[in-house]
């Protein structure tokens, strides 16, 4: 792999625990991410994988820096962003690109699916014009597999494999160095899966994009990236390139996590060794 | 790129028959001065309490008879419709704007900015509402301005509420992070993102508000706090109404059941919105 | 071969105002002590079988042909109350979200002794002495302490435990969970579905389980239906089925589950061509009913 388009170091991040925040005064806050330092190389695919409470959400966000970190320094293309205010990551926005979870809240009820695309591509100025905005969002949607007939609609019209080729299609539509994919098919039936993750194979292949797909399943992982990074409680338990770290896990908590997934064979005994 | 469809109205019968009187009552309060049949103003102490026309003794001309002094009954009901429209709109969208973007930014920035905000909403909503009308309109002049700054100023408090409710519920929505994410400043966020999508609730309640706001009118000038005497309102007919009720009836009853149902149809007119809005809403 | 507990022959329904079939002639039968797995992905129908056993259809979904039967009696032919009671004291439901299915104002002891008290009579002492015994066969620790709290207090997989305690709380002969494990982490559903396993193993129960993940059924089931826009189209054993999958659907969702130890044989979307096919196949036999019924 090339050179490293992320550099993170010695990465800390606590939030508020709005739960305890006492009547007056501030919350408490809980420590999410230790001390992680990692690298995401440019043009690969790094899995990050770790149970709820893991902290993966949370190291995704911060990457992009939608949160601010405590501590640390996350070195994008050669910038250490980690202490730029709003004001300073705006013109980087168009090169940290987001797809979330849930394809039913993440797409603005009240917009058609072409103003969806559209916007950031105006925001940005990758388009100057109405006209040449709707051209760009149609050709994004093509790319993901959808009829341009789909820009007049809304999100709610849609089936959530569709919604989420829709929040695929305003990532790429910028053409960004960086896309997080945040748990993109942990909401979706097993075929809608598949396609999902065939359209992003074959959207890197031709767009060679660098991205970070975060997810709770490793057999998920397993087929789409080319590294993938462990986590367990805001700490970095192994990180390794994807082959060796199915065949070799030098960690028990990886090798736990793999043995949990229940292969669709049939053994007996698997159930008796939890 | 077409904007964001506000309203996607398939009008249920609570939707057109309420919309149906309040557009009536709006044709008759622009129109006032054309249509009515006398000068709701001119008094003729020969045709007093003149029953209206179905009831023996009426005299033709009077179709809901006259009041003590003479007054022609429709008139005063037709021309009465101006204040209490004036006030609706007036006091409804006043109390509309002043609450939803307050309770926009407590919602949308939440922490000091919302405690502040929300603080305010409290103490305010622990005034009796009708009392401190009755002590603002008397402070300020009894005037239709005065009853719409009052009104504004004691009813923003539920749009504030309901209004920061909604946006912190859409403030949740992924939707809004990837604005953020995209680089939108929070200020656009709000506007572009977050308003559309509370803008139903708005509606919804500015029309429930403009039902409140003609009653308050009503209860003031039924106190003699609202304009001058020689305007006619619904609640100064009822007043006047009332000390009669045995003799003449009929100028007790015609003008509530104008308040009645213009009230009503405001507040069926919001329910038949909030049936529309919610499927798409949710 | 034992006799079926729960038996469902030839079960449709349909949406009352545009007569959409939701579920097509399902037939399936569940045996005592037998683990049955339906899966299908999300609009299947598999959530409308569960309700149709326990007679909660939803108001606007009618019955349009068939019967659910347990312990051979026809639950179609039974008033509202006299269903309510015979299917109280012998099925059980295991939810999927164990957050919303427990009362958040109850503590965890009521939560498992109000069945045993309301549904078969039990005296309030001893109810609370078999509630503590559950706890203890669903291995939470300290049983007494996690009576006294309250849903919110536990983490997700104990919330499971204290749903899957209350299911067998009443000596059910037949259970049905409805994708209990699928909002657990992966090293959480595997104690689950092995505590699950035990329990039903030693109390003889028949189980219908609800899954769209094919490793689950592997794992836990003996038997299964699969399910596509309401129509059974696969059932047999779950050793035939993953041996020998006879349907082009069945074969579809083998291909698409993801593996991590056959990397570049998983994750396969299915054809167009195929889904196109069964799309085909559900309208042919839909126009099929609907002349065999003007017919009559």
């Known amino acids: ?168 299609a305003r990532a790429v539509a910028l053409k960004p160095r960086f896309i997080l994919a945040d748990e993109i098919v942990s909401g979706l039936d097993v075929s809608s899966q598949a396609q999902i993750l065939a359209l992003l194979m074959e959207l890197r292949a031709r767009m060679n994009f660098t991205m970070a797909f975060i997810s709770h399943d490793l057999s998920v992982v397993r087929r789409l990236c080319d590294r ?33 997934i229940p292969l669709p064979e049939v053994s007996d005994g698997w159930l008796q060794d939890a | 790129m077409a904007e964001a469809r ?138 239709l301005q005065s009853v719409i700054i009052a009104i504004a100023i004691i009813d923003w408090t539920r749009f504030c509420r309901v209004v920061r409710a909604e946006t912190m519920q859409q403030r949740r929505m992924d939707y809004v992070e990837s604005a953020r994410a995209m680089g939108l400043s929070s200020i656009a966020t709000l506007a572009r993102e977050v308003l559309p999508n509370v803008l139903p609730a708005i509606i919804v309640l500015l029309s429930l508000e403009m039902g409140i706001a003609v009653i308050v009118e009503a209860i003031l000038s039924y106190v003699n706090l609202s304009v001058s005497t020689d305007q006619a309102t619904w609640g100064s007919m009822i007043a006047e109404g009332r000390g009669i009720i045995y003799q003449a009836w009929w100028v007790l009853v015609f003008p509530m059941i104008a308040l009645f149902l213009t009230v009503l149809a405001f507040s069926q007119f919001g329910e038949g919105l909030k049936e529309r809005f919610d499927p798409v809403l949710r | 071969m034992t006799e079926a507990y729960l038996d469902i022959r030839d079960l449709s329904v349909a949406l009352q105002h545009s007569g959409d079939r939701l579920l097509r002639r399902v037939s399936l039968a569940v045996r005592p002590g037998e683990v049955h797995a339906l899966v299908g992905e999300s609009g299947a129908g598999k959530s409308m079988i569960a309700r149709a056993v326990f007679g909660i259809l939803p108001k606007a979904v009618t019955i349009l042909e068939g019967q659910v039967t347990i312990e051979g009696a026809d639950l179609n032919g039974m008033s509202e109350a006299a269903r309510r009671l015979f299917i109280g004291k012998r099925a059980a439901f295991i939810p999927q979200d164990p957050l919303t299915a427990l009362n958040p104002s109850k503590r965890i002891a009521d939560q498992i002794s109000d069945r045993l008290i309301h549904i078969l009579g039990m005296p309030k002492a001893k109810a609370h002495e078999r509630a503590a015994a559950l706890l203890e066969e669903v291995k939470i620790a300290d049983p007494e302490r996690v009576m006294r709290l309250y849903p ?85 054993s779950v050793r035939r089925l993953f041996a020998d999958p006879r349907h082009a659907y069945t074969r579809a969702l083998m291909a698409a589950t993801p593996r991590y130890d056959r990397p570049e044989e998983s994750l396969k979307p299915a054809s167009p061509e195929l889904m196109g096919e069964l799309a085909r196949e559900v309208a042919e036999t839909d126009a099929l009913w609907a002349k065999e019924r003007a017919h009559g």
């Open chain 2, 6 to 143: 506000v309203i996607r109205v398939k009008a249920g019968p609570r939707l057109w028959l309420s919309g149906l009187w309040l557009t009536f009552f709006a044709l008759a309060a622009i129109f006032a001065p054309l249509i009515v049949p006398h000068d709701p103003l001119a008094q003729d102490l020969m045709l007093g309490k003149l029953p209206p026309a179905w009831v023996a003794g009426h005299e033709p001309g009077y179709l809901l008879g006259t009041d003590s002094l003479g007054r022609d009954v429709l008139s005063r009901l037709i021309s009465a419709a101006r204040p209490a429209l004036f006030v609706a709109i007036g006091a409804g969208l006043a109390a509309c704007i002043l609450g939803s973007v307050l309770g926009l930014i407590a919602g949308f920035f939440g922490g000091w900015t919302d405690r502040v905000i929300s603080r305010i909403v409290d103490i305010w909503m622990a005034f009796p509402p009708v009392l401190l009308s009755i002590l603002l309109v008397a402070f300020l002049n009894p005037s």
């Open chain 1, 1 to 168: 792999m090339a050179d490293a388009l992320f550099k993170v170091e010695d990465l800390h991040l606590s939030l508020p625990d709005l739960a305890r925040k006492p009547l007056f005064g501030t919350a408490p806050r809980i420590t999410i991410l230790k001390g992680l330092s990692f690298t995401v190389p440019e043009g690969a695919i790094t899995g990050i994988v770790g149970e709820s409470g893991s902290g993966k959400t949370s190291l995704g966000r911060t990457l992009i820096r939608l949160l601010t970190p405590d501590a640390g320094r996350i070195i994008f293309a050669g910038r250490d962003i980690a202490g730029l205010d709003d004001e300073a990551l705006r013109p980087l926005r168009r090169d940290l690109q987001i797809i979330f979870q849930d394809p039913f809240s993440s797409l603005n009820p009240r917009k058609t699916v072409g103003a969806i695309i559209a916007s950031p591509l105006l925001l940005h100025k990758v388009a100057t014009a109405g006209g040449e905005a709707r051209d760009l969002a149609l050709e994004a949607l093509t790319q993901v597999g959808l009829p341009a007939s789909f820009a007049a609609r809304y999100p709610h019209e849609l089936s959530g494999g569709q919604r989420q080729r829709v929040g695929i």
């Open chain 1, 228 to 260: 993938v990074i462990v986590m367990r409680k805001g700490e970095i338990v192994e990180d390794a390139d994807t082959v060796t770290l199915f065949d070799k896990p030098q960690h028990a908590y990886t090798r736990l996590l793999r043995d949990s």
């Open chain 3, 152 to 236: 919110h207090e536990l983490s997700g997989g104990m919330r499971q435990r204290v749903l899957i305690a209350a299911a067998f709380a009443g000596e059910p002969r037949l259970i049905v969970a409805d994708e209990p494990t699928t909002a657990l982490d992966v090293t959480v559903q595997r104690q689950i579905l092995a505590l699950i396993a035990g329990m039903q193993a030693r109390h003889g129960t028949a189980l219908l389980f609800i899954t769209h993940n094919l490793g689950v059924v592997a794992k836990l089931c003996q038997t299964a239906s699969v399910l596509y826009a309401g129509k059974v189209v696969e059932q047999t």
